[in-house]
T-cell receptor, first 116, second 114 residues
């Protein structure tokens, strides 16, 4: 398994501002993921972040809105830019641990964002 | 392509009763299947996973799930519900091989009544 921490755990922000969310893992991992969970909804994958390469974004998500950094094998950041109330969500990072059939995604505790 | 359907957005049971949360999947390749639980104001915790070994998978907190290929189902059960089981439960599918992406169902909120 993996122990994942996120900062901040929650924040209230004004529209038009940006927030950077940090994700730290207790072991080196190749693949890290960022998800959004809108109120009362399931999880939607925003992007996949591999160390040393550009993040791969899912349909409907763009780098200008959600820039991601992955400077090393234990850390990643997600920035939510030019926020609007529609960005109010829980943002979760996750990591893949193991390989082949034993590969499993483990999740951080999430960052709860409210945009006013 | 892969997808997950969770039948019932809200399930309510009495304490001590059987818990049954339904999940049906669609996958073009033999899937890996997962159940996650999300307690209020927390992240997702892995309950159990199916990776083509035994079809009956036992997880944490007394939960288990059975993979039924003929029914494309992976329902989650627990013989006796406890108040602490109240949470949101998500079923997820990942295709085999190099397909690392998880696709989640919409979730089922489990309420346990005293």
């Amino acid at each position: 398994s993996a122990v994942i921490s996120q900062k901040p755990s929650r924040d209230i922000c004004q529209r038009g501002t940006s927030l950077t969310i940090q994700c730290q893992v207790d072991s080196q991992v190749t693949m890290m993921f960022w998800y959004r969970q809108q109120p009362g909804q399931s999880l939607t994958l925003i992007a996949t972040a591999n160390q040393g390469s550009e993040a791969t974004y899912e349909s409907g998500f763009v780098i200008d809105k959600f820039p991601i950094s992955r400077p090393n094998l234990t850390f990643s950041t997600l920035t939510v830019s030019n926020m609007s109330p529609e960005d109010s969500s829980i943002y979760l990072c996750s990591v893949d641990v193991g390989g082949g059939a034993s590969e499993t995604q483990y999740f951080g505790p999430g960052t709860r964002l409210l945009v006013l | 392509a892969q997808s997950v359907t969770q039948l019932g957005s809200h399930v309510s049971v009495s304490e001590g009763a059987l818990v049954l949360l339904r999940c049906n999947y669609s996958s073009s390749v033999p899937p890996y299947l997962f159940w996650y639980v999300q307690y209020p104001n927390q992240g997702l915790q892995l309950l159990l996973k199916y990776t083509s070994a035994a079809t009956l998978v036992k997880g944490i907190n007394g939960f288990e799930a059975e993979f039924k290929k003929s029914e494309t189902s992976f329902h989650l059960t627990k013989p006796s519900a406890h108040m602490s089981d109240a949470a949101e439960y998500f079923c997820a599918v990942r295709g085999g091989g190099s397909n690392y992406k998880l696709t989640f169902g919409k979730g089922t909120l489990l309420t346990v009544n005293p």
